[in-house]
């Protein structure tokens, strides 16, 4: 009778690849977050622009984009450690938005110019002018279509459903200070939060709106430069900010966590200075830039909160 012989080295082979497939797929999926914590900040890196910067935003653990004081634009895909010059597109461009996946990011200054760029920064197309051609503070895109921007100057701020090339202004909600954050997180569901730490929640595109406090003590409000708090929901009820307040002779940094929709916020604290913020999408990271040398950039990163 013929026995049929296994090959145990050959079987043990295989199932050894497919264990190592299998896993190095998990790492891959998971490398960007490691040694990030939900409800915690950790630094990934610190680094030099190389010179001083207005606005810095990274999309992930190793892609960013920079505005530089002279009006060019940089990015970088190795976490910072070297930044490629694209374009320059004017003085003053601050409001910056990269959409997950880093494939589209907006970039509109002084004189409303909106800027696209759909591959990674490398190359820029102006879309059109923004409203009236005001200063845009903070703009934010849901999708490659529908985005909100703000400008302090004419009290107000403006949507567009067409990825940027026309606007539409509405007011600002009653009982609003001067915006310090914005997030569109789909075309009906947007935020704006002002100095004095109130949340402006709407679910209809901003024709209606309900009203949240972080709860700043006594006496302390977020700074009005430009990008003193950054502000993002990842659903309707989990939302961070991350934030400067000043007041009583003292200024403080901190993030603020809420996972109720903005009725109660915990806080978390933030290993840097007073600065300037940018957080991803999705909330996971978050750029500082040093108030008083403003290419000196910090990473850090939070992991999204944990399914219900």
Known sequence: MAIERKHPNLIFSILLILFFLTNCTAAGETASTAGCAFSEWT??????????????????????VAADLGGGIHYTEDGGSTWTYTIKAGLSRVALEISEGNQRIW???VGGDVLLST????????????????????????DANN????????RTF?????????????????????????????????????????????????????MHSLGLPEGKTIPTLNHSAALRFSDSIHGVVALNTIG?????????????????????????????????????????????????????????????
Not at 50 to 59: D, K, P
């Open 43 to 64: 630094v990934i890196r610190r680094m030099h622009f190389g010179q001083s910067a207005l606005s810095v935003m990274f999309g992930d653990g190793s892609f960013g």
């Open 107 to 109: 970039h509109i200054g």
């Open 158 to 210: 403006f949507s567009t459903a067409d990825g940027g090339k026309t606007w539409s202004a509405i007011p600002f909600p009653e009982r609003m200070d001067r915006p310090a954050a914005l997030h569109l997180r789909t075309p009906r569901d947007g935020y704006l939060l002002d100095i004095a730490g109130n949340l402006f929640v709407s679910a209809d595109g901003g024709e209606t709106w309900e």
């Open 248 to 308: 009583g002779g003292e200024g403080s940094v901190y993030a603020l966590r809420t996972v109720d929709g903005g009725s109660l916020w915990t806080e978390e604290p933030l290993p840097v200075p007073m600065g300037m913020f940018h957080l991803t999408r999705d909330g996971v990271y978050l750029t500082h830039m040093d108030l008083y040398d403003n290419g000196k950039l910090t990473l850090l990163c939070s992991a999204k909160a944990p399914n219900p």
């Open 119 to 142: 591959d990674r920064a490398h190359t820029w197309n102006s879309v059109g002018p923004f409203a009236h051609n005001a200063h845009v503070e903070y703009v934010s895109f849901a």
């Open 147 to 154: 985005g909100w921007g703000v400008t302090t100057e004419l």
